[in-house]
């Protein structure tokens, strides 16, 4: 892994680093909003706007005071000055949540990344057509493996058996960058590229570890990187912060929030190496 982290300059200022605007979150899930939002920032975005439910909001408040929250009602106009969006995390796959994503749909630029998690991909396999309909062009899909099996409507057993081919097949149907999430994670992307990730353990196999990889694709992304490196190096540093935060604390006790709390340790080592 030789990709390079956005360029950090004195003369600067948040909007220098970009802005997210992270559609997640539900009555019951507050934490996967939580963990996408603040995953965001540790990757460096100048802003993470956090859209959600009113009980969200002030469970993800009253854990940080560095994200900025944005009700539904007011969606579109956050949509419009964001420079990545990411959606689905703990969203549910409620009447509300396909409203919010119809409206995504609708209204953000087909260049304008959007990074597509959990039920965002359920929602999206109900009905492929009214995503691919869109023709969006910088799109990012993170599924596990049950989930890559709705996307392409095949069998779980058809997708272990071939986690490659799967993520191509995503990548094709879709036009997206497909993250294939395992012990050994790929990455492929339309025109081709691929990536088989090194780092991780089973220590990563917690709820909420693929919010934090989510956000952290999110942040890179908001910084300018290319969509299918930022996806790479997301998926790289994130099993680094696993393996780190397994070490440390053991396989066993490692859970969703620890990762981001060694995001920084496994940057650092990143740089020192590159």
Do not use: W
């Not at 680093?17 to 965001?40: E, F, H, K, T």
């Not at 995503?170 to 960058?177: L, T, V």
């Not at 590229?193 to 934090?212: C, F, H, L, P, Q």
């Not at 290319?226 to 935060?245: K, N, T």
């Amino acid at each position: 892994m030789d990709y390079k982290l956005p360029s950090r300059v004195e003369n600067s200022n948040k909007s220098t680093y970009g802005r997210v605007l992270n559609i997640a979150g539900s009555d019951y899930m507050p934490g996967a909003a939580y963990l996408s939002s603040v995953s965001a920032l540790k990757m460096g975005c100048g802003y993470c706007f956090l859209c959600s439910t009113e009980r969200v909001i002030d469970a993800v408040a009253a854990q940080t005071q560095n994200v900025v929250f944005v009700p539904h009602s007011n969606l579109l106009q956050a949509l419009y000055p964001a420079d990545v969006v990411s959606f689905g995390c703990g969203l549910s796959q409620a009447a509300f949540a396909k409203d919010i994503f119809a409206q995504v749909l609708d209204s953000i630029s087909v260049n304008i990344p959007l990074i597509v998690d959990a039920d965002g991909l359920n929602i999206i396999s109900e009905n492929p057509d009214m995503f691919i309909s869109k023709g969006l062009l910088s799109v990012v899909f993170t599924p596990h493996p049950l989930e890559a099996a709705r996307l392409l409507d095949c069998s779980l057993e058809e997708v272990l058996a071939d986690i490659k081919l799967s993520a191509k097949k995503i990548s094709e149907k879709y036009n997206c960058i497909t993250v294939l999430k395992t012990h050994r994670t790929v990455v492929v992307s339309p025109d081709g590229r691929i990536y088989e990730n090194t780092t991780g353990n089973n220590a990563m196999a917690k709820a909420g570890s693929g919010d934090v990889l989510c956000g952290m694709i999110s942040g890179l992304a908001a910084q300018g990187m290319d969509l299918f490196e930022a996806s790479s190096l997301a998926v790289y540093l994130h099993g680094l912060s696993g393996d780190l935060a397994a070490e440390k604390l053991t396989a066993y006790s490692v859970m969703a929030e620890d990762l981001i709390s060694f995001i920084p340790n496994a940057v650092k080592l990143y740089l020192n190496n590159n």
